[in-house]
């Protein structure tokens, strides 16, 4: 599903097999940055592992926790999914689940059994939290769907004004060829966390799992290995944020055709929080993350020391005693059939 929006996050070190950038305009949707799990911090808990996998079509990560006190620790669980918002027709974000609350299709197990999660769903503008406004409305709290703006169409013009005033809502007038419309489209941010009580037991370790289809930012077309994106302003900042080198440009410039400016080329962009594994009580003993880009005959690039290739598609980053100090972003650039 492709809505509106935008959000981001950071990356680390070099891959030399493929690279992508940033594309075009507005043939673009936005990805939003996910993570791993939050715990309330406790002296006594610590990841002994972490594996985590990231690809376009899912997110998978597998934590061993372990409590080393002499009793059991109760504590709380959180996913926070990302921030969803939007403040125009013109924004263009990916969510991969047309959902009201589970947009990402979060799922979780600990020692294999599922968890049912509570939710926590917040409306926020310029710092203002509008929930209990929205809701009093009978407005849904989720900016990106559809039937949210049919619910502000449907209410009443001051209604509408004081919306508009709040700036919760944007005008969007227009004529389809059946004379002029009016419409409005909603402008806040979506805060949304799943969360849950968990006890650790005391002297052993606890295994939770968890899985998500990863927000994924694509365009029709790339800059990466063009005519022109080197001399583009942003440039730089694009290969660092993804790690990008001097052989990945190559292999994207020589897949450009005779007399083209750009390769024919898509691109894809994911974006993972990794910090959040910064918050335990040690270092991660084992940790582990395989990023697969798809098909064999694209390019990637992302950040990351140690990178080894493990397979046609996937590549492996190892680490123990690791304390990550950057998050993860991945750009995969994918061959058009035409």
Not at 48 to 56: H, K, M, N, Q, T
Not at 155 to 173: C, I, M, N
Not at 189 to 210: D, I, M, N, S
Request: proline share 6%.
């Amino acid at each position: 599903m492709t809505t509106r929006n935008t959000f981001a996050a950071a990356g680390a070190l070099a891959l030399a097999l493929g690279l992508p950038g940033s594309a075009g305009a507005n043939d673009s949707t936005a990805e939003l940055a996910a993570g791993g799990l939050v715990l309330t911090r406790n002296a006594a808990i610590e990841m002994r592992a972490e594996d985590l996998y990231i690809s376009a079509k899912a997110v998978r990560v597998r934590y061993r926790f372990a409590n080393t006190s002499d009793h059991d620790v109760t504590v709380t669980v959180a996913f926070p999914m990302p921030d969803v918002t939007t403040e125009g027709v013109d924004d263009m974000i990916s969510i991969p689940v047309e959902s009201a609350t589970n947009f990402l299709g979060f799922s979780t197990l600990v020692d294999g059994k599922p968890v049912a999660a509570k939710m926590e769903q917040k409306a926020i503008k310029k710092g203002v939290d509008r929930t209990a406004y929205l809701r009093g409305l009978g407005v849904p709290l989720a900016p990106h769907l559809a039937a949210t703006n049919a619910v502000l169409d449907r209410l009443p013009k001051a209604v509408q004004d004081e919306l508009v005033r709040l700036e919760l809502a944007v005008p969007d007038d227009y004529d389809a060829g059946k004379g002029p419309e009016h419409h409005l489209d909603a402008a806040w941010t979506l805060k949304t966390t799943f969360y849950w009580t968990q006890t650790f037991p005391a002297g052993r370790e606890l295994v939770v799992q968890h899985r998500y289809k990863p927000s994924v930012g694509e365009s029709a077309g790339t800059s990466w290995g063009s005519t022109y994106f080197a001399s583009d302003a942003a440039y730089a900042e694009r290969r660092a944020h993804y790690c990008v080198d001097d052989a990945f440009i190559a292999a994207a410039t020589r897949a450009r055709r005779p007399g083209d400016i750009s390769p024919p080329m898509t691109e894809q962009r994911i974006e993972y929080v990794l910090t959040t594994g910064a918050n335990w009580k040690a270092p991660i003993g084992d940790f582990r993350m395989v990023i697969d880009k798809g098909d064999p005959t694209s390019l990637i690039s992302f950040c990351g020391e140690g990178v080894r290739k493990i397979g046609p598609t996937t590549f492996e980053v190892r680490h123990a005693n690791y304390t990550p100090a950057r998050d993860v972003s991945v750009v995969i650039l994918k061959r058009r059939g035409d």
